[in-house]
């Protein structure tokens, strides 16, 4: 499955639609279970504060799968993903009730390389109001 965005329509500076994208101890759990990744921080809030977390935090390798979302969905197809990088800035704190947290996605257009037919997708994660995650950028191969 290629792309569906057309390189030659998209701009430097273009932005793609915003998404949110709700995390709940329940989903932490289901993600564990696929990574393995079983660490308590993840799941154990008294765990998670007797090592200085304010409270459960998500899997940065889930904040980083949910925010890449917005330039897979944007470009129609999650393989015309060819690179992704980011850094960790602040955990995403997750707290045991109904509405858990919310990661906020927004994402511009950051260069584009005509050669590649590739778009660099730069990405602004947050939640409760604070940037999770810093230097995210996304290379997306266009049709």
């Not at 998670?48 to 889930?62: Q, W």
């Not at 690179?83 to 109904?98: A, C, I, L, Q, S």
């Amino acid at each position: 499955m290629a792309a569906r965005i057309s390189f030659d329509d998209v701009e430097v500076g273009q932005e793609l639609p915003a998404q949110t994208f709700p995390v709940t101890r329940a989903d932490l759990v289901r993600y564990a279970g696929a990574s393995g990744d079983f660490n308590p921080i993840h799941w154990n809030e008294k765990f998670a504060k007797e090592v200085g977390l304010p409270d459960v935090i998500a899997h940065g390798m889930f904040t980083m799968a949910e925010a890449v979302r917005v330039a897979t969905d944007w470009a129609g197809d999650p393989g015309a993903l060819v690179e992704y990088g980011v850094r960790f800035t602040k955990p995403v704190v997750v707290p045991n009730d109904d509405e858990g947290a919310v990661i906020e996605v927004s994402a511009k257009i950051g260069a584009k390389d005509d050669e590649a037919r590739t778009v660099r997708v730069d990405l602004l994660a947050k939640s409760a109001g604070q940037k999770v995650l810093g230097m995210s950028r996304a290379v997306v191969r266009l049709a």
